[in-house]
């Protein structure tokens, strides 16, 4: 039973187009994040969600609207997508608690062509 | 946030033990030390975390500085599967970063046959 995951696994679509990333966690977790990482392997965290709230949205893009329907998921809608949104999602999810460790999803691998 | 800093890259042969070296001298009484590590086409995974004591798991052992300002991962007998990227990462109460894990560049470790 997969502790976080993500779908699709590959996402393959042209310039302007909208698209969306599905996170699930079955952890009983309240804190859910996307990090992106780019064609240098640099993760970058985008966005935290805690109990469904936005806790951190590190300067992204308005074309990219995180969603919360419940604790235990975290949806990416990409609108008006770029050639430099190309890059590899990852969703997360940990308890609020400090000392508690992170659980990372398998990846998305979005390519604009 | 906390910042740490980490060699670029370091190399050991299989079942020898490796330690990799973590330096976060600005760490804050209330931040946990973790440890990460993302093998070749996944999602990064939890190693370990620490706050003051050494820690040991199934996985590898922390061993924690006195004065807290640096750390070492210690893998005990490195197997191929071992290779990876391995993030030292400070998460505490501060400044937000209890929502958020921030990686830097990571250490890459090569396991040679």
């Known amino acids: 039973d997969t502790a976080v995951s993500q779908t699709p696994k590959y996402l393959v679509t042209q310039m302007g187009n909208d698209k969306s990333i599905k996170c699930e966690q079955n952890?009983?977790?309240?804190?859910m994040y996307w990090y992106k990482q780019d064609s240098k392997k640099f993760l970058k965290i985008m966005f935290s969600?805690?109990?469904?709230?936005?806790?951190i949205n590190e300067t992204v893009p308005n074309r990219f609207s995180p969603k919360s329907p419940d604790k235990a998921h975290l949806n990416l809608h990409i609108n008006s997508l770029e050639l430099g949104d190309s890059a590899v999602y990852f969703c997360a999810s940990t308890k609020a608690r400090v000392g508690t460790e992170a659980f990372f999803g398998q990846g998305t691998r979005l390519t604009v062509v | 946030d906390a910042k740490t800093t980490q060699p670029n890259s370091m190399e050991s042969n299989e079942e020898e033990p490796v330690h990799l070296p973590c330096n976060h001298s600005t760490i804050s009484g209330t931040d946990y030390i973790h440890w990460y590590r993302q093998l070749p086409s996944q999602g990064p995974e939890y190693v370990i975390h620490g706050l003051t004591s050494n820690v040991n798991n199934r996985m590898a052992s922390l061993a924690i500085a006195e004065d807290r300002k640096s750390s070492t991962l210690i893998l005990h007998r490195a197997t191929l599967r071992d290779a990876a990227v391995y993030y030292c990462i400070l998460r505490g109460l501060t400044g937000g970063s209890n929502y958020k894990l921030t990686f830097g560049k990571g250490t890459l470790l090569t396991v040679n046959p």
């Open positions: 952890l009983g977790h309240d804190t």
């Open positions: 969600y805690n109990n469904k709230e936005l806790i």
